[in-house]
């Protein structure tokens, strides 16, 4: 079993910069999974931003240049470091996890993913 606990979440003011963090324990830590950020507003399926799989690193389009995924495999958590935010980036953001994967894998989906945080909420103004 492994759990996932997020954190950072807060209101900022669109252009401002924020990092949230997600905490890995259980049976293994982060090195060995793979582990994405999906965020959801109100009404709306919960949507993929980033993964991080092996050393690869891949972002839905409206996130490339600004967001980061990184890792510390000594603290067994994995960072976003969001930057340039805009107010549609609002959302509940969740971090999720799933055995390190081969080329192929279907990283998108939701249901690709065993485990996951409890969420962080991060609101952003005009």
């Known amino acids: 079993q492994v759990q996932l606990a997020e954190s950072g979440g807060a209101s900022v003011q669109a252009g401002d910069s924020l990092t949230l963090s997600c905490a890995v324990s259980g049976r293994t830590g982060a090195y060995d999974y793979a582990v994405a950020w999906f965020r959801q507003t109100p009404g709306k399926e919960r949507e993929f931003v980033t993964v991080?799989?092996?050393?690869?690193?891949y972002y839905v389009e409206s996130v490339k240049g600004r967001f980061t995924i990184s890792k510390d495999n000594v603290k067994n958590t994995v960072y976003l470091q969001m930057n340039s935010l805009k107010p549609e980036d609002t959302a509940v953001y969740y971090c999720a996890a799933t055995p390190l994967f081969s080329p192929g894998y279907d990283y998108l989906r939701t249901s690709s993913y065993a485990y996951w945080g409890q969420g962080t909420q991060v609101t952003v103004s005009s």
């Open positions: 991080l799989n092996w050393n690869d690193r």
